[in-house]
């Protein structure tokens, strides 16, 4: 069998008896065996293990298709065999690649101690059953999402295929002598528009993909950089779902790029939903959208969902770990390995070092670490933000103040990570009865992601998982919370008498049900307006933020004024790091880096934030500009 293959897979097959394996294929960077021998299935002799330990990659062993038991047998044995606690909500079979996929509101139960359920799925059938959990809130886009890969299955094979050969092509465990350099083409001393391209010898890989929703002349990261060509890149990463690095991945596409996108299942979620609001908001407004649904589809396709620590080869030069960033659910720290061994680089993009309402604090540990690319959104010497108590109490005080003067309390929210930070709280506040029960109105895109949220507890911090998965006390549940799913809804939320908290997207005001709500609530003196995050120069959050009482809106050729009479407050909340986090975070950082890149921050702040960490630590930094280049080998 291994005269039939080169390179890695003939490596592996060296030490395997030849009639044992009948294929042998990439899935991504993982090698996939099958044979057709049942007893060497369930017992291989250790040799699936020496391969794994002399090539030190993922190898895995699955049952020929022509061994697997009819699909209709196999659904009945599996309903059999899981707990009807388990709450089976969907079976569906992947035939070519022996694969059955199980989901199930109660993941944990459907796969039984030490994994005995699982287990005895694979003896009775020789199909390898995978679990997937049911949101506990029906998410329409992860049903999309999951339609989409089980439809276009076989093209997912040939593809994930296609990228281990690419990946394996010219491997070698030994050191590689190449150059690294990385181009800013975004978020170079600005906020938005995070992109980078990094590239060697051998690779081009591009980090995150934004644009920056504030702006209207300089939305676009400078695809026209003579080093930015589509047809070159070879993989694209993308840190976390917000718009300022992931809402351009699917135009990508519709250039031409048929590549893999690394990212987290969280990320690649809800970059989808936003991607698609993007599309809506575009033909509302009376424009033609950048990219159709069929690019996100497309996107969609060609995503390789990845855990925290999970490492992975992603061209023959690169390898790559995500780490926990503590900014959003399923945000990420990219760690590029590169030259097996040459340069260690680690892009933080946008990170929170704190235990956060709903995720644990960022990542300082790595195994090799010599330059870093890290954010300075709040690195100026004055961005010291309050404790999470003071904050807490402020806000409970805003809410019971506007409450008593039967007032509402509009809070425009980035629909994923602040909005979500912002119910649990609001939850907390009833549960613990420090506030009387109130309505909750949940607009825009903030229900569908929160689904998300209820998908992927374990990406939550631990605190919040105890509380879904031990206390059957999830507070996305909550009653309090409703959702307003039209026009008509909203317009009954608006003239209702009573007090309530409405939390709608977008959260710089540039668009959505927030500004529709503005408008007509700004009038009432009662009212509360409550930002809950950072607002970009030129956004209309930005402007009503620094005071202005007069804002005018354009219909047509008629200008409408809307005076604001409702009081304007700043929650004093993030989900970046303060000055001080970003200072402990690199101080902490396990080893540390030789070399710091500021991006994603203001230029005052970023050069603040690279002349303070030279002073503290010796380090070298830059604070580099959009269209330069840096090399960092």
């Known amino acids: ?28 960077a993982n090698i ?18 020496g391969a794994v330990n002399k090539v030190k990659k993922r190898v895995e062993l699955r049952p020929d298709p022509s061994l697997c038991l009819d699909m209709e047998e196999t659904e009945s044995i599996i309903k059999k065999l899981v707990p009807k606690e ?30 005995e359920v699982l287990k005895n799925i694979k003896e009775k059938t020789l199909w390898v059953p995978q679990i997937q959990r049911t949101p506990a809130i029906r998410s329409q886009i992860i049903e999309n999402i999951r339609a989409v890969l089980y439809q276009n299955s076989d093209y997912r094979r040939k593809f994930l295929h296609k990228v281990g050969k690419r990946i394996y092509n010219g491997w070698t465990r030994s050191k590689k002598e190449v150059w690294i350099r990385i181009a800013f083409l975004g978020a170079g001393r600005q906020v938005g528009r995070s992109c980078f391209l990094l590239q060697t010898n051998e690779s081009r890989i591009i980090l995150d993909c934004g644009i920056d929703v504030a702006s209207m002349n300089h939305m676009y990261p400078h695809f026209e950089a003579p080093e930015f060509k589509i047809e070159d890149i070879d993989a694209v990463i993308v840190s976390h779902s ?9 135009l990508l596409f519709k250039f031409g790029y048929k590549g893999p996108v690394y990212c987290t299942a969280p990320t690649r979620d809800v970059m989808s939903l936003l991607a698609l609001d993007l599309i809506k908001i575009a033909r509302n407004d009376g424009n033609d959208p950048i990219y159709s649904s069929e690019e996100i ?41 590169v030259g097996n061994g040459l340069h260690n680089f680690l892009y933080t993009a946008d990170m929170k070092y704190g235990k956060s309402v709903l995720l644990n604090p960022a990542h300082t540990k790595f195994p090799r670490l010599e ?59 009833v549960r613990n009865k420090e506030i009387e029960p109130f309505d909750v109105y949940i607009d825009g895109m903030v229900w569908d992601i929160t689904a998300i949220h209820t998908a992927y507890p374990e990406f939550l911090n631990t605190a919040i998982r105890k509380q879904i998965f031990h206390k059957d006390n999830n507070p996305f549940l909550n009653p309090i919370f ?36 503005f408008k007509e609530l700004a009038g009432n003196e009662n009212n509360s307006l409550v930002f809950s995050c950072y607002q970009g120069e030129g956004s209309l959050g930005k402007r009503i933020q620094r005071g202005e009482k007069e804002i005018i809106f354009k ?23 303060d000055r001080k986090e970003l200072v402990s975070f690199v101080s902490r950082c396990q080893p540390k880096p030789k070399r710091i890149f500021m991006n994603h921050g203001e230029a005052s702040r970023c050069l603040d934030l690279a002349s303070s960490l030279h002073k503290m630590f010796r380090l070298e930094t830059v604070s580099p500009k959009n269209l330069e280049i840096i090399r960092l080998k």
């Open 371 to 429: 330059s870093m690319m890290m954010e300075a959104t709040y690195g100026g010497r004055d961005n010291i933000l309050p404790s999470k108590q003071e904050v807490r109490e402020y806000f409970l005080t805003v809410l019971k103040d506007t409450i008593k003067r039967k007032g509402k309390v509009l809070i425009p929210v980035l629909g994923s990570g602040r909005a979500q930070d912002i119910m649990v709280l609001l939850e907390e506040f």
């Open 1 to 28: 069998m291994s005269g039939k293959y080169s390179g890695i897979r003939g490596e592996i097959l060296e030490d395997i008896p030849a009639n044992k394996i009948s294929d042998a294929v990439f899935e991504g």
């Open 555 to 577: 219909t047509g050729n008629k200008n409408n004024v809307v005076e604001v009479k409702m009081d304007v407050h700043k929650l004093e909340i993030s989900d970046h790091s």
């Open 242 to 250: 917000h718009l300022d690095h992931s809402a351009l991945i699917p």
């Open 32 to 49: 996939v065996l099958y044979t057709k021998e049942k007893e060497f299935f369930f017992d291989n002799k250790g040799l699936i293990k």
């Open 482 to 517: 409703k959702r307003v799913g039209s026009g008509k809804e909203r317009k009954q939320v608006i003239e209702d008498k009573g007090s309530c908290v409405i939390l709608a997207t977008s959260g710089m005001m540039v668009g959505g049900p927030s500004v529709q709500y």
């Open 86 to 115: 388990a709450k089976i909500d969907n079976i569906i079979f992947d035939p070519q690649r022996s694969i059955v996929i199980i989901e199930a509101e109660k993941p944990g139960v459907g796969i039984g101690k030490n994994g």
């Open 297 to 337: 589809k497309e996107m969609v396709k060609h995503t390789i969902p990845l855990n925290f620590e999970e490492v992975t080869d992603i061209t023959p030069d690169v390898r790559m770990t995500l780490y926990n960033s503590g900014h959003i659910l399923g945000s990420a720290m990219v760690h590029l390995h």
